[in-house]
C-alpha cells in the first residue's frame, strides 16, 4: 500500500517531536533516516550507527529547540540532519578508529553554536541508558519511571500492585543498581567522558 | 564489574545517610579517586533518569524503529495468515506427537513444559487483524521477537482489548509469571462472547497445572475433554497423564 505523503511543515514537525506525537515522529523517522542513515555508512559506520546518531540527533534538537529564543532559519530536514552529521563525525573522533581529517571532503554546513546549545554528551549518555533501560523487566522499569514522575512509595505501591512501601524501596534499589551495572559496563558509556561539541 | 559503592551513593541521593556517615562519605569521596569516578558516573545516570520528556520520546522512536526494522514479519502479519495458521497447525500436531511419543513423569511442570508452546500470533488474529488498536499490533510483533516484557506494556495500553489479554496472558505464562496470566484468561473467559475461549481455557487449565492447582486444573481439563473445544483431544490425554 503506498502511504500517502505527509505535509508537515518545520513548525509543526518541531512541536510534534517536543510533545512526544507519534504520527510526527513516524514522518521524521521515514523521511529522514534514511538519509542519515546513507551519510553514517558512507562514512565508515553502520545501520546501528545510524539508529544511534539519528536518537542522539532528536535529542539534540529538542535541547535547541528549548533553548530560549530559538529559531528554525532553514527547512528542518537541512538543519536536523546536518545536526546529525556533527553528530556522527563528534562519534567517530571519539573512537579514535577514524582519522577524521580524512572527512574534510565531506560538505557539512556549519550550524550556529549558538543556536544548537546542545549537550552532546549528555545526550549521548541519555541513548545509553535508555538502551539499557529497555532491557529491564516491566515492573523493574516501571519502579523507575515513577521514580522518575516522583510518586511516593505508598502510590507507587498501589499502582504497582507491591505488598508494602518498605518493598517498593527495595526493589527499586535493585531495579537501579541492576540499571547502573549494565551501564557502567557498556564499553560505550566508558569513552564517551572524551566526548566534546564538535 | 560493579559499582563498588552503589548503596553508600543511593543513600546519599536519597538523604538516609547518617550525620557522622555523611561526613565519612565526603571525606572518603575526596580522598578516593576511583570513588569520585564512580560517584561521577552514578550522577551522570541519575541525571539521565531525570530526563522524563526525552526518554519517552526516545521510547516512541524505538518503538516506530523496530517496526519499521520488521518489514517481512509485517507482510506476513497482514498478508499470509494461512501460511501462518497451517504452521501453528503443524506445530500443534508435531506436539501433541511428541507427547504420545514420550514417556511422561508425574512432575506437574514437566506435564506443562511438554504441552506448553509458543502460540503462534498469526494464527489467532486473522479474522480481527483490520480492527487492531495500534498497541495491540505493536504488542503482538514484541511477542513475536520474544520480547514478553515490552509486549506485556503495550497490551496493558488496551486493558478493553480482548486479544492483548489473550497475548497478554500467554506472554505472562512465557514470563513465568503464572497469576496474571490467570487473571486475564479469566477475564476472557468470563466475557463469554468471544473467539479466544477455547485458548483461554486451555492456558488457564496449564497455569493452574503448573502452580501446582490439580483439582482446578482437572476441573478445566474435563470441561475441555467434554466441550467441542480445539484442545479436546490433547485435554483428553493430559488428563490421563495427571
Partial sequence: ?198 | MIMKHFDLFYKFVHGELEESELWEFRKKLSSDPVMASEFEQFNQIIQSNKQVGKLEVLDTLNAIHQQNEQPVLRKLFIGYYKVAAAAAIILLSAAAFWFVQSKNSDANSQLYAAYFTHENSMFTVRSTISNLEQPVIQGIQYYELKDYNAAVEMFEKAPANLLAKLYGGLSYMELEDFDKAKQLFQQIIQHNDNLFIDQSEWYLGLCQLKTNNLDEAKLIFEKISKDNSIYKTKAQKLLTEM
Fill in chain 1, 1 to 198: 500500500m503506498v502511504e500517502k505523503k505527509s505535509l508537515f511543515s518545520s513548525d509543526d514537525i518541531v512541536k510534534g517531536i517536543i510533545s512526544n506525537d507519534r504520527k510526527t515522529l513516524n514522518y521524521v523517522y521515514k523521511a529522514y533516516f534514511s538519509k542519515v542513515s546513507r551519510f553514517v555508512q558512507e562514512c565508515y559506520g553502520t545501520r546501528e550507527d545510524a539508529w544511534d546518531v539519528f536518537q542522539e540527533g532528536i535529542l539534540s534538537l529538542i535541547d535547541a529547540v528549548n533553548k530560549d529564543g530559538f529559531e528554525l532559519r532553514q527547512s528542518f530536514g537541512t538543519f536536523f540532519v546536518t545536526i546529525c552529521k556533527h553528530i556522527w563525525l563528534i562519534q567517530l573522533r571519539n573512537r579514535g578508529q577514524v582519522d577524521v581529517t580524512r572527512l574534510d571532503h565531506i560538505d557539512i554546513p556549519q550550524n550556529d553554536e549558538d543556536e544548537l546549545a546542545v549537550n552532546y554528551r549528555q545526550n549521548a549518555q541519555l541513548r545509553i541508558f535508555n538502551r539499557h533501560f529497555r532491557k529491564l523487566d516491566l515492573e523493574c522499569k516501571k519502579l523507575i519511571r515513577s521514580t522518575m514522575k516522583n510518586l511516593s512509595g505508598k502510590e507507587m505501591a498501589e499502582r504497582l500492585n507491591i505488598s508494602s512501601r518498605e518493598n517498593v524501596y527495595k526493589k527499586r534499589r535493585l531495579c537501579l543498581e541492576k540499571l547502573f551495572n549494565m551501564i557502567i559496563n557498556d564499553p560505550e558509556f566508558n569513552k564517551i567522558n572524551d566526548y566534546e561539541a564538535f
